[in-house]
């Protein structure tokens, strides 16, 4: 039962069981962590129960943005928008678990930052998050890693590219220096910590490591593993949340909507596959209409309608495309943004600027991609964009 919004109790659109609205929290959509923050009111929502909230973020969205494929997709698009003078922030790129460090204790991993530096990462092994980067986030949250960076430049712009990312990155964790000398001033002292005696054992441990593969020419042999189904649950889940947001509670009440909610709660990849959903599914950008809409460097979020249907087509970091659809009842609703959806709304998102377009229409959308008129809000963000050649040489 979908109760009234005065009423002191509501539905959670994830799991449909109804709690007092105080164990319900603002949720992104969009998760923040994509850049979400930055998107308008369709976005967000306050009907979702803190227990969802929390169990998706880390099993549906977690699962979604650890992987191997996003994590590289935001460390490759925060390049195309850094400030050539001022610089900015990278995430670094996540290589892969390293087998011959990692234990039954701990699980080493290896990064690398904008310049070419070289991070290695352990944390308490879990391998019940043998796909997420950076293992399993709570205990991560909770105690933190040991990460050491060994620089690669000394070059000014890129040597603070790269040690002002690394300590946003790894802000949560131990940080050690692998081989930059310590200064004695403040500013560089709250990059590192002096490491204790577990500290220390780590840092020898991984310098034993390099220097063998040093001495042996070999590069290391990093391994990552992607849950096949990684893409599915989040696609759905953004549908049960825009569903809800553009149609409200007859949607989230609609059979659709219950298929979709399944489908998040599904325990398996092959029990998600019978469940009747249409469209849902990821992959590479191949055709020319897929390079039309990617953004590079940014998510492009587009709703369009198709006779009764309403699909969501994303594209994430201008490299991976995924589709769900949203309802296959559309005429059965009402909906502010009815006549928009019938020609089709653009997002443009890039996360590493903090910026959300406004719904574009498909059309001038289009046209601003092929160059027959220029959308000026596009072209704004356009004119952020740089390439390495614009950038100081590393
Ligand atoms: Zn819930």
């Not at 979604?64 to 925060?78: C, E, L």
């Not at 249409?278 to 990617?294: E, H, P, S």
């Not at 903090?354 to 991609?369: A, G, N, Y």
């Given at each position: ?135 399993n986030p709570i205990t991560t949250k909770k105690v933190g890693r040991d990460v050491i960076i060994f620089g690669t430049t000394t070059e000014a712009y890129w040597l603070k590219v790269g040690l002002l990312s690394f300590s946003d990155f790894f802000y949560n964790d131990r940080r050690y220096s692998g081989n930059f000398q310590l200064s004695q001033d403040s500013s560089s002292n709250n990059l590192f910590i002096v490491p204790d005696l577990a500290g220390n054992e780590f840092i020898e441990k ?189």
């Open positions: 039962m979908v109760v009234a919004p005065s009423s002191p109790e509501t539905t959670c659109i994830y799991c449909n069981r109804t709690f007092p609205i105080n164990e319900f929290s603002l949720e992104h959509i969009f998760p923040s962590a994509l850049g979400g923050k930055a998107c308008g009111d369709l976005f967000k929502t306050r009907t979702v129960c803190s227990r969802c909230n929390n169990t998706t973020g880390l099993h549906v969205d977690g699962a979604f943005i650890k992987s191997w494929f996003t994590t590289n997709g935001a460390a490759a698009s925060a390049f195309t928008y850094l400030d050539p003078i001022s610089g900015g922030l990278v995430p670094y790129t996540y290589i892969g678990n390293i087998p011959a460090l990692s234990d039954a204790e701990y699980l080493y991993e290896f990064w690398v930052g904008p310049s070419g530096e070289n991070v290695y990462s352990r944390s308490p092994r879990d391998d019940k998050f043998f796909g997420y980067a950076g293992g991984v310098k034993q490591y390099r220097s063998v593969a040093e001495s042996n020419n070999t590069s290391h042999g990093c391994a990552f593993s992607v849950d096949i189904g990684f893409a599915d649950r989040f696609l759905v889940k953004l549908a049960l949340g825009l569903g809800s947001s553009l149609f409200g509670d007859d949607f989230v009440i609609s059979p659709y909507a219950k298929h979709l909610r399944d489908a998040l709660w599904a325990k398996s990849t092959d029990e998600r596959h019978d469940i009747p959903l249409r469209g849902v599914g990821y992959w590479d950008i191949n055709d020319n209409f897929d390079r039309l809409m990617a953004w590079p460097g940014g998510h492009t979020i587009m709703l369009q309608r198709f006779r009764d249907d309403v699909a969501l087509v994303l594209y994430v970091y201008g490299k991976k495309s995924g589709i769900v659809v949203i309802t296959d009842e559309f005429s059965k609703f009402t909906c502010e943004l009815e006549s928009s959806l019938n020609d089709g709304i653009v997002y443009i998102l890039v996360p590493s600027r903090r910026i959300c377009t406004k719904p574009i229409p498909m059309q001038d959308f289009v046209s601003h991609q092929v160059g027959n008129s220029k959308n000026a809000e596009l072209a704004s963000i356009e004119a952020l964009r740089v390439e390495l050649k614009d950038l100081p040489p590393r």
